[in-house]
């Protein structure tokens, strides 16, 4: 997801995005939405948070935690 499409969705739910970091502001959106705020946690690539709309992003994201 391009970072103004997450701009606009937190925008929408009443967040100002300023020069926030993209795993902040999506775990913010995480949990305005009323779910987890686990965005990037899924080290092992396990998830029971099905409907969640950055899953595939954060499984990557998760990848590259490890790797550095």
């Known amino acids: 997801m391009k970072l103004s499409e ?6 929408s739910h009443g967040i100002q995005p300023d020069n926030t970091f993209k795993t902040e502001l999506i775990r913010t ?9 686990c965005y990037g946690t899924a080290y092992s690539g396990i998830c029971d948070q099905f409907d969640c709309r950055w899953r595939e992003d954060c499984f990557e994201a998760a990848r590259n935690q490890l790797q550095m």
């Open 29 to 37: 959106i995480q949990t305005k939405e009323g779910n987890f705020d």
């Open 6 to 11: 997450l701009r606009d969705i937190a925008k």
